[in-house]
């Protein structure tokens, strides 16, 4: 089984300054790792996701997340937010392999203020 | 190319009612699979279903159950609805390769008065 722990349930930060939002987990076998964000009153948007090769991934929108295997980490960060970026943002674990079961962490509500 | 579609975007049901959700997967994709999210939490997985048949199935009642027809669409139905069952259901589907991602609906709010 496999268990996500997102440390802050909520981050205010500061139109322009950098962000890290932090995730851990825990499983007995090899994972994906992604990142999703929710705006309000929507689905679940992929931002970003970790299958295999570098450990530093990077979304079209300038956030990026590194996998650290030895700290079972896999933190998502961004270097100047801006007001559009207040969201929900989910990180979620499947086992490697084909049609496989998201778990997901409980959230990390970001909120930019000007 | 239409994303995962779902409908209805809203409902609203009586507790011992029962209700179905429907799920419309992106082109090219064989697998569904279903979340529900209570307010303010992760969304928790329900089941999957491939080749019409329920594959995985998370730790939910046998009041949830759910269908996919051959156009890999699917549903998913509750049945003797409780208040607990308010939530956001959101369906996602994926291509069953194995580097595979799963992509989500805009959901189903449910509210059980």
């Known amino acids: 089984a496999q268990s996500v722990t997102q440390l802050d349930s909520q981050v205010p930060v500061f139109e322009e300054a950098p962000v890290e939002l932090r995730c851990n987990y825990s499983s007995s076998v090899s994972v994906y790792l992604f990142w999703y964000v929710q705006y309000p009153n929507q689905g679940l948007q992929l931002l970003l996701k970790?299958?295999?090769?570098?450990?530093l991934v990077e979304s079209i929108n300038g956030f990026e997340a590194e996998f650290n295997k030895s700290q079972t980490s896999f933190h998502l960060r961004k270097p100047s937010v801006h007001i559009s970026d207040t969201a929900e943002y989910f990180c979620?674990?499947?086992?490697?392999?084909?049609?496989?079961?998201?778990?997901f962490g409980s959230g990390t509500r970001l909120q930019v203020q000007p | 190319d239409a994303g995962v579609t779902q409908s209805p975007t809203h409902l609203i049901k009586t507790r011992g009612q029962q209700v179905t959700l429907r799920c419309s997967p992106k082109?090219?994709?064989?697998?569904v699979s279903w979340y529900q999210q209570a307010l303010g939490q992760g969304p928790q997985f329900i089941f999957q279903y491939y080749e019409e048949e329920e594959r995985q199935r998370g730790n939910f009642p046998d009041r949830f159950s759910g269908h996919q027809f051959p156009n890999y669409s699917s549903e998913l139905n509750v049945n003797a609805l409780l208040l607990g069952d308010s939530a956001l259901y959101l369906c996602?589907?994926?291509?069953?390769?194995?580097?595979?991602?799963?992509?989500f609906g805009p959901g189903t709010r449910l509210l059980v008065l």
């Open positions: 082109s090219g994709h064989d697998t």
């Open positions: 979620a674990v499947s086992p490697q392999g084909g049609r496989r079961a998201l778990t």
């Open positions: 996602a589907s994926s291509p069953g390769t194995t580097q595979e991602t799963q992509y």
């Open positions: 970790y299958l295999s090769g570098s450990t």
